[in-house]
């Protein structure tokens, strides 16, 4: 069966970045269904992807962690680029456990193959009775869109691989792809557009609502900020620089609010919120809680506009998710305080708490911190899983655009569940303390990655300044929690040895 484009609007959980489905967006969900539910068996080239490409053999818990500490034992400077040689570094490459069936988010069917029209209709194929090698010599695998081939490369230990080769690509299909739909995400507190693409890719559209070197007032509260486009750019790379890789792609794009949004849109709400300002420029506004209105539209020069592209997850209806509601969560009321604000023990009343009681879900909600610590986002009040994994599994870093507001000053109350709990993943540590050397140096490493994005530069220098002194903090508070412990292990607890 043979679907056309779409726009995709959606309702969705509140502080979800996937959309679900409306009248709108019924054919293309349909899509959506039968790409995946079809799906069957296995892909032996997604279990390749999916493995750590470069891991060196398995080492010993001896010999492995000498070569974490020290790395080729060379402290020079790095030759050429400075993230290359990170992600060859030993830190970098600590092979994930194998991967089996049940730890993948889907398992396909080799012998499913898709491909548009070459009439240019834009119709989508899909024929279950394809043969497994093409008469070019390429697997059926071959003929998925990049957003299809990253959906079903999920797995319960990683969103994706270290080097994945997919990773530039999708990343160019965010930033050039022709944009075919444009609808308003539905939910939050400010404007978000859900964007469709010809080969059914979609992405969330945060547009640019302040320039780079616009800090936010000190008189602001954390709720009442806004969401900031380079901030959900910038903490992609952050987050794939610290090896977590639980962010979904991020590209920035500037795009042509007349042809690419308005002309398009069949979102009649959205549509009727579009004017010319007495500058001359593309304004627009939408419908949302806080910044939805002609004092907070979006104007273009005279109809570009940035904005921030995010590679939407699975639909919740294929790749259940569920939302968790931090520990640490703020209060989000101008004068009342949380309970871990007043309470210095309120770690402990936590560990005795599911699903923090066993496992690594407490380790992994303290990498998030530390993320958000050095990005300055104080707004974290949710985190989700992918359901199918239960607890055994990583927590998606969603939703990041209110980071990177603030340079000059550091907000140390989310350090709050590092702090108070004194725990950290060994290889999340040794990861930060290289950071810290001069030839690994944070800020370098972010600046290099960022030059690559089309907006560059997405952040101001001393945004980029910032987080060598929040990683110095990081690790200060980490060597304060070692000099009070009985036990080091407890600190620094030892994730290493599970992994080889």
């Known amino acids: 069966t043979a679907h056309r484009p779409c726009g995709c609007d959606a309702k969705a959980a509140k502080g979800s970045e996937i959309t679900s489905g409306s009248a709108v967006l019924a054919g293309c969900k349909k899509l959506s269904l039968r ?92 024929s279950s009775k394809a043969e497994t ?158 910044y939805c209105s002609t004092e907070h539209a979006l104007c273009g020069k005279p109809d570009q506009l940035e904005g921030s592209m995010a590679t939407l997850l699975p639909d919740k209806t294929l790749a259940k998710r569920r939302s968790w509601r931090s520990p640490w969560r703020r209060s989000y009321h101008k004068s009342k305080k949380a309970e871990w604000e007043l309470n210095p023990n309120y770690c402990a009343q936590v560990r005795e708490t599911p699903p923090y009681d066993r496992g690594h879900r407490l380790l992994d909600l303290i990498d998030l911190t530390v993320l958000d610590f050095l990005m300055g986002n104080m707004d974290r009040h949710h985190y989700e899983t992918f359901e199918k994994f239960g607890n055994d599994t990583f927590l998606l870093h969603l939703d990041n655009g209110r980071g990177f507001g603030t340079h000059s000053r550091d907000e140390m109350s989310i350090l709050a569940p590092l702090q108070q709990c004194c725990s950290i993943k060994k290889s999340t540590y040794l990861r930060l303390q290289l950071l810290a050397t001069q030839p690994y140096r944070l800020s370098d490493l972010l600046r290099e990655a960022l030059a690559t994005d089309p907006l560059a530069p997405v952040l101001a220098e001393p945004h980029l300044w910032a987080l060598d002194r929040r990683l110095g903090k990081v690790l200060a508070v980490v060597e304060h929690c070692l000099a009070g412990a009985a036990q080091p292990d407890e600190v620094l607890v030892n994730d290493l040895r599970s992994r080889v």
């Open 35 to 126: 790409i995946l539910q079809d799906f069957s068996g296995s892909n032996s080239s997604l279990e390749k992807s999916s493995q750590l490409q470069g891991a060196g053999p398995q080492a010993r818990d001896g010999e492995l962690g000498a070569q974490l500490q020290h790395g080729d034992g060379s402290l020079g400077k790095t030759k050429g680029s400075k993230l290359a040689s990170l992600f060859k570094h030993p830190l970098y490459n600590i092979p994930i456990p194998e991967v089996t069936e049940k730890d993948k988010l889907f398992v396909v069917n080799p012998m499913e193959k898709f491909s548009l029209h070459s009439s240019g209709s834009d119709e989508w194929v899909s």
């Open 133 to 290: 090698l093409l008469p070019t010599g390429k697997t059926a695998y071959d003929t998925y869109p990049a957003w299809l081939k990253f959906h079903v490369g999920i797995n319960r230990y990683e969103l994706y691989p270290r080097r994945d080769p997919l990773m530039p690509i999708l990343l160019r299909d965010l930033a050039t792809q022709r944009i075919v739909s444009s609808v308003q995400k539905t939910g939050g507190t400010q404007l978000k557009l859900i964007m469709t693409f010809p080969n059914y890719g979609q992405a969330l559209f945060k547009p640019m609502k302040q320039t780079r070197d616009q800090e936010t007032p000190a008189d602001f509260f954390y709720f009442s900020d806004f969401e900031r486009h380079n901030a959900e750019i910038a903490a992609f790379h952050l987050d794939r620089i610290l090896d977590f890789r639980r962010i979904p792609p991020v590209s920035g794009r500037l795009v042509n609010i007349t042809k690419e949004i308005r002309d398009i849109t069949t979102d009649k709400k959205l549509a009727k919120t579009f004017f010319i300002s007495p500058a001359g420029n593309v304004c627009f506004y939408g419908e949302c809680s806080y």
